[in-house]
């Protein structure tokens, strides 16, 4: 197939960006968007052109590298994958398809296609854990039974991975669904509610230094997070947030 | 002693790390804060080494290419963790759990390391669940486990197929709690670029920042390298596209001996190659093999029919399927270790019976357990005789509760569906089992230099079990390296702050330099992926699945004569000091080229067939793997010297004292 290619390239940080236009030809159906890049790469590369920039890694929906906004979309158009398992039959002969960077004042720009998403680490710093030292000898971990249906809805909010796309998708920029989905992964678990007051505190206190925007349930970071993560973790984080104001 | 000294404790199997432990030389708190440790890469093992050495006070400064610790490529291990821990009382034991590894390893791996390995291993689940790593549960609470290939027991831990996901989010978090309180200082976005060493003891490194491409010199009382395998030495693999050998490779150039790099997993359940574009392979986890029942055709005519599409698999008769593995192993079936089920494939599709139009594929089907599971869970729901398409129905539910996501992956990828019709999968590179050659206390030849995780070649001999390389990064971080390296830093209490300010580090820079400038300045026609595929090419065809003694002289010559032009004829744009993901790819693929001519001598050199080792010229009649105990039972440990084909061989003999050494048999 034959495509028509929109792409934001911007040199780096400082430097201004624009929108750049590709024509791409001899794409296959069964091809992966990347792998459309790639090949526009090569292309690139050949004319003695800088290649575009993007991140990836495992390409294999798990890592989290990948973030491309496609044609308006975080992860293009089909629901529940991210790009890199994107493939080309999503696309028809003839298509034009504009790709840009995620697009939020907390994630800027490094490169083309490349944003830094070091907020949502320094998010996770600020309390998104249990602190256990490691030791040769804690308790055996079936001294703590949990029952089934918090174990899974604790693993639910923990498939989380840190892409960014909730932000992306949002118009106020919120990180409010990748925030409280680590909130959640412990406020469902026993081991986690010793500390559950001062994490969602600090990590709520982050979020809002680091820039990100406020939620106002409009619901487009769960249509558009590959990993189905639900609101409901953003009304379970409320309420913890509320309950650990009122204890002070 | 030789040059290679494993530095295995006297004493009984069993006793050894105890004993071990209380020997040991420790570092008193206040001291432990006057030492810094580096460690690159943050996977499971460098990730959980890191926080566990911060915890115990040491200052620690880690380093990922990534931009984040929490995306290295552990996080993509679909299946489970194992550990000994017999909550299924099915005779599950510490002793059992050894056992297995080093025969599922074919005796080429060191006893004294893998038992350890099973000793640690129930204090790792412990640990996991202590952080709140959400693993799988019954209905009463406790623990699930499921069975992976080569032992007879269910060990193995899972949280659905996102195991390695949610270990590895359980060490990023560790690492995190230790980020905040200023105990560990993560560089992301940098990669490792050279090793340092100041009179012969590792004392730091040589990192580039990759967003603004400036050059920094870091040091350290010592260096901690957990920065993976190196599968993408054959393009195309399971492992994500960053994975590369530097960080290793530099370290064997400064003086650590590499060890079995022939030893390679090639892992036989993933997605076939649907073409040229393809630019990595997925797996599909090896615990889809507990219920899928892998088959090709028993009629050459069948295969065809599929083939050309005039024929569908589940139209096929019961009788005209070869259940091969359950034919060839009936004592473990579909679940016979990676190295025998990739061979097992590779031959029925060599002879033509493969179901893709490549014709390299075969079917995982899970047709039997959808409907024995829905036949069960009618039963258990008081359904008196349902039809079948209600259990077929109540089934899929139960294989979509179990693999739900990995289903999803493969229809995603091959647009068929899993349900309906059986997948189809072929083996591919995943895992390799050589690495940096390390003793017992994980410490390389040089002196302050520790290898941990899938980086060392330690545990796994020539061929891991399924399930065992999260247990060994986690081992490896959590429960051995904390131990090991204070025994060495014990010496350095009193040497103060290593200054970056010297000739050795000057060296390293000019040496980082030079490199950089030479790969900028080929200005040659082809890109820096087109050097790569080519590499991997070689290795596939000469060094992959079945070697013989022509093709892997072959490969060697083809790999010193790539080598030779991509020096000279590479591409790479963009500038050196600026963010420049060709430059990174580069130097990532001048470093394969290297070790790939060093992984063909390897197999050239061992001349017989072992784990995924196999070498045509050693096979029994029926086509399986003929080890040479006699000539073979050693580590080989290649040490640098100055051209990948005059690296000199050491050897480290093997002696198993606790397990009797015999044919490994699956049947």
């Known amino acids: 197939m034959k495509l028509f290619l929109k792409i934001w390239r911007q040199k780096n940080a400082n430097t201004k960006g624009k929108m750049m236009e590709y024509t791409l030809e001899g794409i296959e159906s069964d091809m992966s968007f990347l792998e459309m890049l790639d090949v526009l790469n090569e292309d690139l590369i050949s004319k003695g052109e800088e290649p575009v920039e993007f991140d990836h890694d495992c390409r294999e929906g798990i890592c989290g590298t990948c973030s491309l906004m496609i044609n308006g979309r975080p992860h293009g158009p089909d629901s529940m994958i991210t790009v890199c398992q994107l493939h080309m039959r999503s696309f028809n002969d003839g298509d034009t398809i504009v790709i840009e960077p995620w697009r939020a004042k907390a994630f800027p720009v490094i490169k083309d296609l490349i944003v830094d998403r070091t907020a949502f680490d320094r998010i996770q710093q600020a309390g998104g854990y249990i602190s256990v030292n490691t030791s040769g000898r804690p308790v055996d971990a079936n001294a703590i039974p949990i029952e089934k249906d918090a174990a899974d809805a604790s693993f639910n909010a923990a498939t989380c991975i840190g892409c960014g796309a909730c932000v992306a998708a949002c118009k106020n920029a919120s990180a409010m669904l990748f925030t409280s989905a680590k909130v959640s992964q412990f406020a469902l678990l026993p081991q986690g509610q010793v500390e559950a007051a001062d994490r969602v505190l600090n990590m709520v206190k982050q979020m809002d230094l680091e820039g990100f925007g406020n939620c106002t349930n409009t619901g487009a970071c769960e249509v558009e997070c590959p990993k189905g993560i639900s609101l409901e973790n953003i009304a379970r984080m409320n309420r913890e947030y509320l309950a650990a104001s009122v204890k002070g | 002693m030789g040059v290679l000294d494993s530095k295995v404790p006297a004493g009984p199997l069993a006793d050894k790390w105890t004993k071990y432990k209380n020997e040991i030389d420790l570092v008193n708190p206040a001291n432990k804060r006057n030492i810094d440790v580096i460690v690159v890469g943050t996977g499971l093992a460098g990730g959980s080494a890191a926080a566990t050495l911060a915890e115990l006070g040491y200052n620690v400064k880690t380093f990922c290419y990534q931009d984040s610790p929490r995306r290295a490529h552990s996080i993509a291990a679909q299946g489970g963790v194992n550990a000994a821990k017999n909550y299924q009382g099915d005779g599950d034991s510490v002793y059992r759990l050894f056992y297995d590894t080093v025969k599922g390893g074919d005796y080429r791996s060191r006893e004294a390391n893998v038992h350890r390995l099973a000793e640690v291993s129930t204090s790792i689940i412990d640990q996991c669940v202590a952080q709140g790593v959400p693993f799988a549960r ?136 649907s073409g040229d574009h393809q630019s990595k392979l997925t797996l599909m986890s090896e615990s889809l093999r507990n219920d899928g029942r892998i088959w090709v055709p028993a009629k050459k005519e069948d295969a065809e029919a599929i083939r050309t599409g005039k024929l569908k698999p589940t139209e096929l008769a019961e009788e005209d399927r070869d259940y091969y593995l359950e034919r060839r192993y009936p004592a473990f079936g579909n679940l016979v270790p990676r190295d025998v089920a990739s061979r097992a494939a590779k031959e029925r599709c060599d002879a033509g019976y493969g179901v893709n139009k490549t014709g390299e594929a075969v079917y995982l089907d ?133 200054s970056t300010e010297t000739s050795e580090f ?38 992959g699945m079945a070697r013989n003694e022509k093709e892997l002289q072959e490969a060697m010559n083809e790999i ?43 197999a050239f050199d061992r001349n017989e067939s072992c784990g995924g080792h196999f070498r045509d010229e050693y096979q029994t009649p029926e086509g399986e793997a003929l080890r040479d105990d006699k000539n073979f039972t050693y580590v ?25 050494v015999k044919t490994r048999s699956y049947k």
């Open chain 2, 138 to 273: 019954e209905y009463g609470g406790l623990l699930d486990n499921r069975s992976f290939g080569g032992v007879l027991v269910s060990r193995t831990f899972y949280a659905k197929g996102q195991t390695g996901q949610q270990l590895l989010l359980g060490a990023y978090a560790a690492m995190n709690r230790q980020i905040q309180r200023g105990k560990i200082k993560s560089y992301t976005r940098h990669e490792m670029l050279d090793l340092v060493l100041v009179d012969g003891k590792a004392r730091g490194i040589i990192a580039r920042n990759l967003v603004t491409g400036e050059i920094e010199r870091h040091s350290a009382h010592a260096v901690v390298l957990a920065t993976g395998g190196y599968g993408n030495l054959f393009f195309l693999s399971t492992y994500c596209m960053g994975a590369n050998v530097m960080a290793a490779w530099k370290a064997h150039k400064r003086g650590a001996f590499f060890a079995n790099p022939c030893f390679t997993q090639i892992h036989p359940t993933c997605i076939p190659v």
């Open chain 2, 366 to 498: 899970f047709d039997a357990a959808i409907m024995r599971y829905g036949r069960e869970k009618a039963l258990t729901s008081g359904m008196k005789n349902p039809d079948d398409k209600t259990v077929r129905k109540l089934g899929e539910e139960v294989v979509e509760a179990k693999y739900g996501n990995l289903f999803q992956m493969y229809e995603k990828i091959v647009d068929q569906n899993p349900y309906k019709t059986p997948m189809m999968i072929y083996p591919a590179v995943h895992y390799t089992m050589g690495g940096l050659w390390v003793d017992y206390n994980l410490m390389t030849t040089i002196p302050g230099c520790y290898a941990a995780g899938e980086a060392n070649f330690s545990d796994h001999g020539a061929n891991r079990l399924g399930a065992s390389a999260l247990m060994q990064g986690l081992a490896d971080g959590y429960f051995v390296l904390p131990y090991t390296i204070g025994d060495y830093l014990s010496d350095d209490i009193r040497t103060g702050p290593i």
């Open chain 2, 506 to 543: 000057e060296e390293a820079e000019k040496n980082v330099r030079d490199r950089i400038e030479k790969l900028m300045s080929a200005k040659g026609e082809h890109s820096v992926d087109y050097y790569h595929k080519k590499l991997g090419k070689i290795m596939w065809n000469k060094c």
């Open chain 2, 560 to 602: 010193a004569e790539l080598r030779k032009d991509f020096w000279e004829n590479v591409k790479v744009t963009g500038d050196a000091d600026a963010k420049n993901q060709e430059l990174e790819k580069a130097g990532r693929v001048a470093d394969f080229l290297e070790l790939g001519e060093l992984f063909a001598m390897d």
């Open chain 2, 636 to 660: 080989s440990a290649w040490e640098y010297k100055g051209d990948p084909r005059k690296a000199k061989l050491h050897k480290e003999e093997l002696t198993y004292e606790n397990i009797e």
